[in-house]
């Protein structure tokens, strides 16, 4: 009877520090910033506005004002095996703390998509990402993270890599998504990693990303550098309204 009651009273116990852990935590229960690798995903604006548009049916999209310009979608850190999301939620996002660079962030880490809070792209990006980096001096605020994300997307244009392999948006024209990855490494010497969206039966080019250690010395993304939702060949869009299948703007 004794033993029985002791083993209770033990399972009893490590449930409790588990919830005490877990509630520390954050809602994934991981703080200890056990990741892997740094990816900062930049994408590309007419292609999220299609998707915005055709495939959410909603309307309405911001843009940078410099033309071709990628803007950044996140700076993820990430696990080779495992997700590694909203580590911390109760690190609530302040718009307050990016106030001083929230022009430059409306260039260079746009939220295409027209919603009604202004700030919701940022704040989804803070919650499920920024708080998994805070291990790093870089990223252990949210002032840090936003401006470290804008000084990533001048270092690394993705429209001067793409302009100096001959790559240019066009609606007509198919592209084999390996080459875009190609482009990037001609510049950078790394591997990159493509993203595509389908949108009414057409596959678009979407984001590149670039992967950095914890040092954010660039390394190597993991394969597959193209995404299985490219395919053999997108389109790299010049125009939100034209639709690549029926060559109509």
């Known amino acids: 009877m004794w033993k029985i009651s002791l083993s209770i009273i033990i399972l009893y116990l490590s449930l409790i520090y588990a919830c005490q852990l877990e ?11 056990n990741y892997d690798i740094l990816i900062l995903s930049q994408e590309w604006p007419v292609t999220i506005c299609k998707y915005w548009i055709y495939d959410l049916n909603r309307t309405g999209c911001h843009f940078p ?9 996140g700076i993820w850190p990430a696990k080779f095996n495992a997700e590694y999301n909203f580590c911390n939620t109760s690190w609530e996002f302040d718009p307050e703390e990016i106030k001083s660079i929230e022009d430059d962030l409306l260039q260079a880490w746009t939220p295409t998509y027209d919603e009604p809070d202004p700030y919701a792209f940022w704040r989804h990006e803070w919650l ?28 690394y244009p993705i429209s001067d890599m793409l302009e100096a392999a ?10 084999d998504p390996e080459v875009f990855v190609n482009a990037v490494k001609a510049t950078t010497g790394k591997t990159a ?26 390394i190597d993304c993991r394969s597959p ?17 034209c639709q690549a299948n029926t060559g109509t703007c």
Request: proline letters at 2%.
């Open 23 to 33: 509630n520390a935590n954050g809602e994934t229960g991981e703080s200890d910033n």
């Open 65 to 73: 004002d410099q033309k071709n310009r990628w803007t950044i979608h």
């Open 128 to 155: 499920k990402h920024g708080s998994c980096a805070t291990d790093l001096e870089s990223f252990n605020s949210q002032f840090k993270y936003f401006s470290k994300g804008i000084e990533l997307n001048k270092k």
């Open 166 to 175: 001959n790559l240019f948006p066009d609606d007509s024209k198919e592209y």
């Open 193 to 218: 990693q493509a993203g595509c969206y389908k949108i009414e039966g057409v596959v678009y080019l979407q984001e590149l990303r670039i992967c950095f250690d914890k040092q954010l010395n660039m």
């Open 225 to 241: 550098a193209v995404s299985d939702h490219c395919g053999s060949s997108v389109i790299f869009p010049a125009d939100v309204v």
